[in-house]
């Protein structure tokens, strides 16, 4: 027999809770409850945000699991005392309902900002992201340290405070403190932790396989959640759309432009394999520190897509035409500017590169496709490979075609 959904009705605005908290407005509803921007009378109207444990569609027989899962947060977040995770006030019962009480973040997250920065045609760029990385990073291995996984990092769950510069890492409400569940089951693992049906949480597209799969969880799984918001960061696309959906791989650098050693590290953070990831937090701020610490004076080409270019390393490309028809053209000697009218191209955009370019772009849009490649060459005569597909990619109209044209030019 089904158990009746116990379901309480919105609290209303200005409604004082516990003789002391007064509500102001509704910010946001889950699973778990509904979280209300209220004023504490004892604080001299401080602002702060209530929590109310209200599960939604949940029987009488799951209310002591959910509200065993409510009352962890309050004791995780009891215990955590950074300045870039929210501060834990109290936590009450009263008219049957249980509240958490925590210090209110005024700000936006960094999903809010990232669209405000879309709506502007912009994304985070690089150094952005890596100085993100670098603030993030030491609050996770803090919660880390304290052995609490928080299971469900998002834009969403990131915010920046109004008027500073450090990010905040909100809502711990599936976080799990791994000492308790070895308390409970008897289960030590040395590299993650089952955490049960229960615990079967986290965003789709931001938490790894072993986690959405099988409730495994790990400070690796932190690291692959915060690696995936990285990403989106920097493309402003949503996980789903750089991934192959048939290979499950990451495609993620299509869609935007940063350093090899930046990549590779984010390409680390990114594996599916946990202990393929890094495995601590110190381990990813050690690799984006060297990035900064290593002496690059001479930038490498992107490595040419094409394996069969006939070309030395040193490149000996066939030259531009000069204007003289009298003087030889088979020594490449770099002493004098090619004429106004050659496009000049760099080392990683050879002839085989863009024939190949021009041929399986004439499959999708025809006989422009000339046109396109080398309008789009004499524009950006200094782009990288993968930006110059990138451009390209954007005239075929249909986005399946398009992203099948740029595994074509990468395979």
């Known amino acids: 027999m089904s158990q009746t959904p116990l379901i309480r009705p919105e609290i209303p605005s200005g409604s004082l809770i516990d003789n002391r908290y007064i509500i102001q407005n509704l910010l946001g509803q889950g699973g778990l409850g509904r979280t209300y921007l209220a004023y504490d009378t004892r604080r001299f109207n401080e602002p702060c945000v209530l929590k109310e444990f209200a599960p939604v569609g949940t ?24 300045p870039q995770i929210p ?6 019962e009263g008219d049957g309902r249980l509240f958490l009480v925590q210090e209110f973040v005024n700000g936006k997250t960094y999903s809010a900002l990232l669209g405000d920065r879309q709506s502007q045609g912009r994304t985070f760029p690089e150094n952005e992201v890596v100085q993100w990385l670098k603030d993030m990073l030491p609050v996770l291995d803090y919660v880390h340290q304290h ?3 928080h299971r469900d990092i998002s834009p969403d769950n990131i915010m920046l405070p109004d008027g500073k510069s450090l990010p905040v890492l909100i ?11 070895n308390d409970q089951t008897g289960a030590h693992t040395q590299r993650g932790t089952y955490v049960g049906k229960m615990s079967l949480v986290g965003k789709v597209g ?42 499950l791989e990451w495609r993620w650098r299509f869609y935007t432009f940063v350093s090899d050693d930046f990549a590779r590290i984010l390409d680390k953070m990114l594996a599916d394999t946990p202990r393929q990831r890094y495995q601590t937090s110190r381990e990813v701020l050690a690799d984006l520190e060297r990035i900064g610490e290593t002496p690059q004076p001479i930038p490498q080409p992107l490595p040419n897509p094409i394996p069969d270019i006939p070309h030395t390393h040193y490149s000996r490309e066939p030259q531009p035409p000069v204007t003289n028809q009298s003087q030889p053209t088979e020594i ?7 004429h106004p009218s050659t496009n000049q191209k760099t080392n990683s955009l050879t002839d085989v590169f863009l024939k190949k370019c021009q041929q399986e772009l004439a499959y999708y849009i025809g006989p422009m496709a000339n046109f396109l490649v080398e309008d789009t060459l004499a524009e950006n005569p200094q782009i990288s490979p993968y930006q110059f597909v990138e451009l390209l990619a954007r005239e075929i109209p249909e986005s399946q075609a398009s992203l099948e044209f740029t595994r074509k030019m990468f395979s």
């Open 171 to 181: 809502d711990f409400g599936v976080g799990k403190q791994i000492a308790d569940l």
């Open 87 to 92: 501060r834990f006030l109290a936590c009450f």
């Open 206 to 247: 931001y938490a790894p396989r072993e986690q959405i799969s099988l409730g495994l969880c790990s400070p690796s799984s932190d690291l692959y959640a915060l690696g995936v918001t990285a990403i989106v960061l920097l493309t402003g696309r949503d996980p789903s759309f750089l991934m192959d959906q048939y290979s």
């Open 332 to 338: 490449a000697v770099n002493t004098s500017q090619p």
């Open 147 to 149: 052995h609490i996984i």
């Open 59 to 82: 029987g009488a027989s799951g209310i002591e699991k959910c509200r065993n899962l409510f009352k962890r947060e309050a004791k995780i977040l009891h215990q955590l005392e950074h």
